[in-house]
């Protein structure tokens, strides 16, 4: 009797540590506690544009067209910031682009009310071939907390042939822990290791998919794709992302003229469903109305920074016509109907397919639209435009 008792304790502490570890732990850095919200220079200044003018000027923009109001809050320099490194290994800003350097810069934006965000790489150069971190992490890492650096995304070009990105990636982590400062850690390897499976406790957040096309459904020469590429990439891995550790489907394009106005808000809101960063990549100090109204819409963005932090499952898709929903933290849904195909579709949620009972009452907002229908039971419905979403948010009523 006794023996039994025991062996059957002894069976059920094993099967609780066998599976603690796979439950994970998040990084406790204490930030990107809603997914981060900023802006980088990548998507359309490139290599080639970025210099301390275009970034000056983007603070600037940021902080006075609504954009920090809204929530965006990290200027992020991304590749071809550096050119070299000093005797002692310091790493170098590169002086005809930054004449005035990099504390100056971070020092300028801070006095906006914004954040600074930096770029470096796991290798030992960027892709655009500047000095990356492999061997300088830790002086690396220094350098950044003395610049007042607030946001750090490591890539993962030009790394050696057996380079692990989970090591790799926890040097850094290690590394931006002993510097003194509170960092986003933003980790860049394209989803190549599946980091959503070791990355929740190294990084803040973590590429997912591999760079974004500003398209909505195509391919380059190396099979990276457009919104409806990363639509697919993003199902599936949704009970990894959550408050300090999210999946990153990568920046945004809206506003980089790639797309038509209706994608472009489509893009948008999956981006919210998923709670993923919120980064534009577009030039904001020259917005198009349309532009501002999808990258300022306050709704879209609430859905983003729920606190709840849950990221958007698909709960249905028949071809082209697809039904994806999140848990908001008031008991709510965030309920994106989208269609990929290339005529107008009527697309329909029911209440049952979201973890509601179909005699449930709620109130249903648009936040496009701004509409709402009151005390709707079973499920909803509506026309959604060739490549278009209709987006609500589901409340009920008290
Ligand atoms: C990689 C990253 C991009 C960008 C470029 C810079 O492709 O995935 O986001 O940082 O490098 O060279």
């Known amino acids: 009797m006794y023996i039994n008792r025991w062996i059957t304790r002894f069976f059920l502490t094993a099967w609780l540590f066998a599976f603690i570890p796979a439950l994970g732990h998040a990084l406790d850095n204490g930030v990107a506690r809603t997914p981060p919200m900023g802006w980088n220079s990548w998507n359309r200044f490139a290599c080639k544009g970025l210099n301390e003018k ?29 050119n070299g490194r000093d005797a002692q290994g310091n790493i170098l800003a590169d002086p005809a682009r930054f004449p005035s350097g990099i504390r100056a810069l971070a020092d300028y934006i801070h006095s906006k009310g914004l954040k600074f965000g930096i770029y470096t790489d796991a290798g030992a150069m960027t892709c655009a071939k500047r000095p990356g971190s492999l061997g300088h992490e830790f002086q690396d890492a220094k350098q950044y907390a003395a610049w007042g650096v607030d946001y750090l995304k490591e890539d993962w070009c030009n790394t050696l ?18 510097s003194g400062r509170p960092i986003v850690f933003s980790i860049c390897e394209w989803g190549l ?71 472009y808000r489509t893009h ?12 534009a990549g577009n030039d904001v100090s020259n917005m198009t109305a349309d532009t501002k109204e999808i990258l300022l819409n306050k709704e879209v963005i609430a ?11 698909r709960v249905r898709k028949i071809g082209g016509r697809e039904v994806w929903s999140k848990q908001l933290s008031d008991g709510g849904r965030a309920v994106a109907l989208i269609n990929r195909g290339s005529e107008a579709e009527t697309i329909a ?20 639209t701004k509409k709402e229908q009151n005390n709707v039971k079973i499920g909803y419905s509506a026309k959604v435009p060739a490549h ?11």
């Open 349 to 368: 949620v029911a209440w049952i397919d979201i973890g509601y009972p179909a005699t449930l009452s709620v109130n249903v907002r648009d936040l496009w």
């Open 303 to 313: 859905i983003d920074q729920d606190p709840l932090g849950q990221q958007a499952r």
């Open 388 to 398: 278009g979403v209709v987006m609500v948010r589901l409340i009920k009523p008290r």
């Open 54 to 82: 275009v970034v000056r000027e983007t603070a600037d923009a940021m902080s006075s067209n609504g954009m920090k109001a809204a929530g965006y809050q990290f200027v992020i320099l991304d590749d071809c910031w550096q």
């Open 193 to 263: 290791s599946k980091p959503w499976l070791w990355a929740g406790s190294v990084g803040n957040l973590w590429r997912a998919t591999p760079d974004i096309q500003d398209c909505w459904d195509c391919k380059n020469k190396y099979g990276w794709g457009g919104v409806t590429q990363i639509l697919d990439l993003m199902s599936g891995i949704e009970s990894y992302s959550g408050p300090g550790h999210w999946n990153d489907p990568d920046m945004l394009e809206v506003g980089n003229g790639g797309m038509t106005e209706e994608e």
């Open 161 to 178: 042939p057996h380079q692990n990105s989970e090591s790799s990636y926890t040097l850094m982590r290690n590394a931006l822990a002993q």
């Open 268 to 279: 948008f809101s999956m981006w919210a469903m998923w709670s993923a960063p919120l980064v």
